[in-house]
């Protein structure tokens, strides 16, 4: 079994600041891309920033100067650090993994993992 598990959300006021972060658990051989993405209300899912096993990242162009990805691979964990939060950074952030797995002895299995989701809220 492989989860996810997110913390960091909460009520922010605009111009403020979060540090969210999600630490993989579980039979894991090893992790590729991590990210985190978002779902504000009536909205689809959309990606928010992801980063690779050797640190390259990309991010949606609402955050780029805002939001920074960064991950701890001895800790199997992925931060987002928010700053400058707007009311419509508002949304339940999921964390994503690209995981391999162990699987008895010497086997592998390759997934990709979503975390339950954690509430930001940015209001005043």
């Known amino acids: 079994q492989v989860q996810l598990v997110e913390s960091g959300g909460g009520l922010v006021q605009p111009g403020g600041s979060l540090r969210l972060s999600c630490a993989a658990s579980?039979?894991?051989?090893?992790?590729?891309?991590m990210g985190w993405y978002r779902q504000g209300p009536g909205k689809e899912r959309e990606l928010v920033a992801r980063?690779?096993?050797?640190?390259?990242?990309n991010y949606a162009d609402s955050v780029k100067g805002r939001f920074i990805i960064s991950r701890d691979n001895a800790k199997n964990t992925v931060y987002l650090q928010m700053n400058s939060l707007k009311p419509e950074d508002t949304a339940v952030y999921y964390c994503?993994?690209?995981?391999?797995?162990?699987?008895?002895?010497?086997?592998?299995?390759?997934?990709?993992?979503w975390g339950q989701g954690t509430q930001v809220t940015v209001s005043s």
């Open positions: 980063i690779s096993s050797g640190g390259s990242t």
């Open positions: 579980g039979s894991i051989f090893s992790i590729n891309d």
């Open positions: 994503n993994a690209d995981i391999v797995r162990r699987i008895g002895y010497g086997g592998r299995d390759y997934n990709n993992y």
